[in-house]
């Protein structure tokens, strides 16, 4: 079995057994609880193209439709579909006992903040993009308060099962890039595309989180694979992303979505009401 997308580089302390016994948390989930979040991204450079303020994100893309499909998405999720009863059988186990769905995950790099930067907030307007509305939280290192590059780990923020881990995947081409811009950045597939890499855990409950411009997925990380919260599933990159081909190393950060159903935690808020959702959700809410 692969392990990794793009290179062969596995790394050995990746390693991880599917179906390990579970297991305690992780001294990364242990830190990761232990660190405020506050930390405000006054940085104003950034690789993101838009960042409005908050008064203009309401305007016209709360309705993004996230679950209308075509191309290639739709065999994403017949894929999906393909795992989700048996992911949400096994996923019953490790949610079980944790109350609410929305709870108790842990952040998936440890230590990190959760940024106040409306740009890497869910609602955030992407005007460049026909959708135009960011569904998930950034962590770029200049506004999450710790390293986010090639070797930081990113963990699996609760206990699941993975039902996409994009082991073969390809990366854009400055061709694909002008294909998007030709489609006028249309449709759920070539969202998916701007994701790059990704991994998904489903938890059960309708709940799935998201893992976007990896760089590498870790050993182990496969679909149908059982992880433990706090588990390594791979590694920050650009995959996905412009400047992957033409500024390679400048954009590395991790997009994390929790997904509800055909939606997205923070779906209809405002960032800043979406940034309180997300720190509910990792138990750091004042
Ligand atoms: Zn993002």
């Known amino acids: 079995m692969q392990a990794t997308g793009s290179d062969e580089s596995a790394e050995p302390q990746a ?4 179906g ?13 609880v232990a660190t405020e979040p ?17 008064a203009q994100q309401q305007s016209d893309e709360q309705k993004a439709s996230p679950s209308h499909s075509d191309g290639q998405t739709e065999q994403a ?5 393909a795992e989700q009863e048996q992911a949400d059988t096994e996923a019953d186990a490790p949610v079980q006992g944790q109350g609410h769905p929305l709870r108790g995950f842990i952040r998936p790099i440890a230590g990190a903040c959760v940024t106040e930067f409306p740009g890497h907030l869910p609602g955030s307007p992407r005007t460049y993009r026909n959708h135009g509305v960011h569904e998930g939280l950034d962590f770029y290192e200049w506004a999450s308060c710790t390293s986010v590059s090639y070797t930081t780990e990113i963990l699996a923020a609760k206990a699941g099962v993975i039902i996409r881990a994009d082991l073969d995947y390809v990366e854009i ?4 890039w002008q294909r998007f811009i030709d489609a006028n950045w ?42 433990q919260q706090g588990q390594l599933i791979g590694h920050p990159g650009e995959s996905g992303q412009q400047e992957v081909y033409a500024n390679p190393g400048t954009d590395i950060h991790l997009h994390f979505e929790i997904r509800i159903g055909d939606g997205w935690l923070g779906q209809g808020e405002t960032p800043e009401d979406a940034r309180t959702l997300y720190l509910e959700a990792f138990g750091l809410a004042e």
Request: without cysteine; aromatic residues 2%; hydrophobic residues 35%.
């Open 15 to 18: 390693a991880q057994t599917t």
């Open 20 to 32: 390990a016994e579970p297991s305690a948390p992780t001294q990364a989930q242990q830190s990761a």
């Open 186 to 227: 249309e449709g759920e597939a070539i969202l998916d595309e701007l994701r790059g890499r990704q991994v998904w855990i489903d938890h059960g409950r309708g709940i799935v989180t998201r893992y976007a411009h990896l760089s590498e997925i870790a050993v182990g990380i496969a679909v149908g694979a059982e992880v």
């Open 173 to 176: 081409t400055p061709d694909d």
């Open 77 to 81: 999720e017949a894929e999906t579909q």
């Open 38 to 54: 506050d930390n405000a991204a006054e940085d104003a450079q950034t690789t993101e193209p838009t960042q409005q303020p908050l």
